[in-house]
C-alpha cells in the first residue's frame, strides 16, 4: 500500500512555495494565494501558449500541456491564463485531428515533440486532446450556467480521438512514446470509446511490472482525472506499482532528473488520495 503520509512529508520537505501549495489543494482543497497563482502562470506568451525551456520564445505544446498540469493541481484550470492556452491548444489542431509542435522548434525540439516526426505528432495529440478533454469535464461539473469550456472544445477532441483510435495497431498498441498510451487510454475513455481504451489499458497493464515510477505515477494521475474508478482493475495495478517503487524518503524518482522527484510525488497523491478533487 503506498505511504501517502510519507508522500505529503516528502512534498512539504522538499517542494517550492507553488509545490506545496499543489499539495494543499490537492489535499484539502484550500485555496491558493494570488501571488502563487500568477508565479505558477509566469512566462505564458502572448497567443497563450507557453515556451518551452528548449524553444526560445516559440509557444510549445508539449510545455503548454507541462503547465496545465501544475495549474490543475492548483485548481486554476477557470483562470484566464489556463483559458488562453486551452484556446491556443484548440486552435492548433490540424485538419486530421492531431497536433504538432510549430517547424521552427525542429532544431530544438527533444523527440517526443520533435516537428514532422509521426510518433512525436502521437504524443502530442493525446496529450493536447487529454487536456481539453479535463476542461470539457471541469465544465460540464460546474453546472449548467457554465456551457463555454464543452461547446467550445467537444468538437476538438471528438476528432483528437478519432486520430488517435486510428492509429491504434490491432493488438492495442500505439507507434509512439509509452505516456501516449495512457492520455490516448484517457481519451478515449471519456468518448465512450470503450474497446479502444480497453485495448490499450491492457498493453499498459503488461508493461507495468518494468514501468518506471514516473511513468507509474503519470498513469494513475491520467486515468484518476477522467474518471475511472481507483478500484477499476488497471488502477488496481498502477497503485500496487507505486506502493513497490515509492522510496524509504516517501518520494518518488522522476524520468526527469531529481528536480522533478516533488512532481512525479504530486502526481502519486493525485491518483492516491482518498476523495477525488476535480
Known amino acids: 500500500m503506498v505511504d501517502l503520509e510519507a508522500a505529503i512529508g516528502f512534498v512539504v520537505a522538499h517542494g517550492d512555495a507553488v509545490e506545496r501549495a499543489r499539495l494543499s489543494w490537492l489535499r484539502n482543497g484550500t485555496p491558493v494565494p494570488a501571488e502563487l497563482l500568477e508565479t505558477a502562470e ?69 523527440e517526443w515533440a520533435r516537428p514532422g516526426d509521426p510518433e512525436a505528432a502521437l504524443f502530442l495529440t493525446a496529450n493536447a486532446g487529454f487536456w481539453l478533454t479535463v476542461a470539457g469535464l471541469d465544465a460540464r461539473a460546474a453546472g449548467p450556467l457554465d456551457h463555454r469550456v464543452g461547446g467550445v472544445y467537444a468538437g476538438v477532441v471528438q476528432a483528437a480521438a478519432h486520430s488517435l483510435a486510428a492509429r491504434l495497431r490491432p493488438d492495442g498498441s500505439w507507434p509512439s512514446f509509452l505516456a501516449a498510451g495512457w492520455l490516448s487510454a484517457a481519451v478515449l475513455h471519456r468518448q465512450d470509446m470503450f474497446q479502444e481504451s480497453a485495448r490499450i489499458q491492457v498493453v499498459l497493464a503488461e508493461r507495468m511490472p518494468k514501468m518506471s515510477p514516473g511513468d507509474a505515477a503519470w498513469l494513475a494521475a491520467t486515468l484518476r482525472r477522467v474518471g475511472i474508478d481507483p478500484q477499476d482493475w488497471i488502477m488496481v495495478r498502477a497503485l500496487r506499482r507505486l506502493a513497490e517503487t515509492q522510496r524509504s524518503d516517501g518520494g518518488w524518482e522522476s524520468d526527469d532528473g531529481h528536480q522533478f522527484d516533488v512532481h512525479a510525488t504530486l502526481r502519486a497523491i493525485r491518483a492516491c488520495r482518498p476523495a477525488p478533487i476535480s
Open 42 to 110: 509566469v512566462g505564458q506568451a502572448p497567443d497563450g501558449g507557453w515556451p518551452a525551456t528548449w524553444g526560445g520564445e516559440i509557444a510549445s505544446i508539449d510545455a503548454t500541456c507541462f503547465r496545465l498540469a501544475k495549474l490543475d493541481d492548483l485548481g486554476a484550470l477557470g483562470r484566464p491564463a489556463a483559458r488562453r492556452a486551452l484556446d491556443w491548444l484548440a486552435s492548433r489542431q490540424q485538419a486530421d485531428g492531431g497536433w504538432a509542435e510549430d517547424p521552427a522548434l525542429a532544431d530544438s525540439a527533444p
